[in-house]
């Protein structure tokens, strides 16, 4: 694992941004995992900005999101697909046909997850992963469990994770209960993952999940088998 300490949230979204840019210049047909949330914000709009003066391009590049909220559809205002484009998508010479994110709106949910899957399969699998970290340790929608889901699936959120996200909604009945995520097979076997984590109210699962046990009550630890992993975080640990 390389850590990698940046001044603040301003600073770590341009780091990994640089360090996306990297990746991509040496790989232009590279597939890209990409995560929501207000961590990863800087980034797309460092990106963007890298894309827009012609240092980079998204032309050959192909991108699948972690995860969606169940019951949203597309175009809902707080769907992620939404946020997708409002904050990436939209902004850069991304191929429509080469975005994809499971879709959460869907009548069988089952043949969406088996769908997914094969997509990301068929596309040689994530060449490069970008995650943030959940208050309670999960990736993607990955929640504390007994057990961890290898394929793409359908998750009950924790009620942590609802109060944790009732701040993108009128109030925490509007959030969604269920998300469709990528399973932490496709997670583990991409060829590298980025780690994003911002603020000391992660400080605390920040450490449990790179100096504690691998367990599945931590769902990031299982990171810390893999092979190619880059953290950066705003958090002295």
Not at 51 to 68: H, M, P, V
Not at 99 to 121: F, K, M
Request: charged share 20%.
């Amino acid at each position: 694992m390389e850590l990698i300490y940046a001044q603040d949230n301003l600073n770590l979204g341009q780091m990994a941004a640089r360090w996306v840019a990297r990746e991509l210049l040496i790989c232009p047909d590279l597939v890209l995992g990409l995560p929501t949330g207000s961590t990863p914000i800087g980034m797309y709009q460092s990106l963007t900005r890298l894309c827009q003066e012609g240092i980079i391009s998204f032309t050959k590049a192909r991108t699948f999101n972690l995860d969606e909220y169940v019951g949203l559809a597309a175009d809902h205002p707080q769907s992620y697909a939404f946020y997708m484009r409002e904050h990436f998508w939209s902004k850069v010479d991304l191929q429509v046909e080469n975005e994809d994110i499971p879709r959460g709106d869907v009548a069988n949910l089952d043949e969406e997850c088996q769908r997914y899957d094969a997509a990301i399969q068929k596309a040689g699998g994530i060449g490069v992963q970008i995650l943030g970290l959940g208050p309670n340790g999960h990736i993607g929608f990955n929640e504390p469990s007994n057990n961890m889901e290898i394929h793409t699936h359908v998750v009950n959120l924790s009620t942590e994770t609802i109060q944790a996200n009732t701040r993108f909604f009128s109030d925490s009945a509007a959030v969604p209960r269920q998300a469709v995520t990528m399973g932490v097979g496709s997670i583990m076997q991409a060829q590298k993952i980025l780690l994003l984590v911002s603020g000391e109210s992660k400080k605390d699962i920040l450490t449990k999940s790179f100096y504690g046990p691998v367990s599945t009550a931590v769902p990031s630890s299982i990171l810390q088998l893999h092979t190619d992993l880059t953290v950066i975080t705003d958090i002295k640990l």
